[in-house]
């Protein structure tokens, strides 16, 4: 119940902290939208304010949608 985000580079075998989404409790989702690598563009749902962040650098970094 920490609001943070992690991301993988190696296919899921490590894991470094992204970001938090601001106050958030609960990140509930991520849904991948289109490109790949380093410009993936990904959303995600929180909990329990219901925001949408947005990343649009492979998940590197989230801002509010």
């Known amino acids: ?10 296919g899921g075998q490590t894991w470094t902290l992204a970001q938090r989404l601001g106050t958030e409790t609960y990140v509930f989702s991520i ?3 289109s490109g790949s690598g380093d410009t993936a563009v990904l959303v995600a749902g929180t909990y ?3 925001q949408v962040y947005r990343s649009v ?4 970094t989230w801002t509010l949608a």
């Open 1 to 10: 119940p920490t609001g943070q985000v992690y991301r993988s580079v190696d």
């Open 48 to 50: 329990p304010t219901g």
């Open 57 to 60: 650098d492979g998940g590197q």
């Open 31 to 33: 849904a991948y939208i």
